[in-house]
């Protein structure tokens, strides 16, 4: 069988931590800022650890998981 390839999307926006979980970046970022209050908008910017729901499903595409 040939290896897997990574998935080329997921590998430009999730990077796994040390201790093995998934960060990414919070959504809501992109546009229509002008409303949202500079406090919402500086902790948005800070990167998130993905919950483990989801982290499950990263995992698959950056190929890091069980089996």
Same mark, same amino acid.
């Given at each position: 069988m040939p290896k897997m390839k990574t998935?080329? @999307?997921a590998k430009k926006r999730f990077t796994k931590t040390a201790t093995g979980k998934v960060r990414g970046r919070h959504a809501f970022t992109s546009h229509i800022l002008e409303k949202k209050s500079a406090n919402k908008k500086r902790h948005? @910017?800070?990167?998130?650890i993905l919950q483990p729901e989801d982290a499950r499903r990263v995992n698959k595409l950056l190929r890091t998981g069980s089996k």
């Open positions: 998935h080329s @999307g948005l @910017g800070q990167p998130v």
